[in-house]
């Protein structure tokens, strides 16, 4: 069950090629033990295929996890 609508806006660099990602999806936003868990699926607009997402986000941190074509796993 959905319960949020987000907008994502990413921005990669990797060298000198830099490049912007912007889209709107479904999302499931959760507490758990005085965290937050965001839930969302990005779609690939030339594929189609599905990358799974998740936001772990607490008073000092934020990890972003992506499972799929792309996989991300990434600590703040």
Do not use: W
Not at 30 to 38: R, S
Not at 45 to 65: G, P, Q
Request: hydrophobic share 35%; proline share 1%.
């Amino acid at each position: 069950m959905n319960n949020t609508i987000i907008n994502l806006t990413m921005t990669i660099t990797q060298g000198f090629e830099i490049s912007k990602t912007s889209y709107e999806a479904d999302a499931n936003l959760l507490e758990k033990d005085g965290k937050f868990f965001l839930f969302f699926d990005e779609e690939n607009y030339d594929d189609h295929e599905i990358t799974k997402c998740r936001f772990e986000i607490s008073d000092d941190s934020l990890r972003m996890r992506r499972n799929g074509p792309i996989v991300m796993n990434k600590h703040i």
